[in-house]
């Protein structure tokens, strides 16, 4: 399996230091069967996402969304809301950037997980400047038509401790690390 250079489509600071082989660090991730429902205490993502205007951009860019609210910061800042507005699924970019690779919740990374869907409550504007970091915390987990499934509760924060957003993320992953090796080898029908 060859891997794909994507780094020609990188225009960001964040984007250029971002990994996106995700099979790198597979040996770090959490499995379904790993995810400890023992506490639900709310935990820190790995770092924190500074808001640039070139993220908000980019993001909208590549998701040939052509709004000049969310792409021209001079269209922006004559419009009502005076500044860049982010694209609704710019969130997804911050949670990803948050979590990082090595800590829990980095199962949202997982090579072979498919997305059955999510909830997003967004409850006021992501803002370029903004510092912003995530609490996360198992939601649920359970066994439907013999594919495993995990859901996570992740708010997202300024630097002000003001609440900006929900995430209920939810993904079908592989049971077992066994089964995450597995996909990394190339084998693709893990369930039975």
Known sequence: MSNIDFSRFFVTQKQKQFST????????????????????EEIPGEQTFTIKAEDM???????????????DEEYASKSPYGELIPHPLFLVQIGFWCIGVKGRGNWIRTPGARNPGQLIEIYEPFRVGETISIKMKPHDRYIKRQKYYLKYKIDYYNQDGVK?????LTLILPKSKEDIHKFVQGYRALES
């Open 21 to 40: 082989d995700f099979m790198v660090d597979a040996e770090y991730y959490e499995a379904w069967e790993d995810i400890d429902f023992t506490s639900q």
């Open 57 to 71: 951009q980019s993001y909208a860019q590549s998701v040939l969304d052509d709004n000049p609210l969310m792409n």
């Open 164 to 168: 900006k957003a929900m995430w209920m």
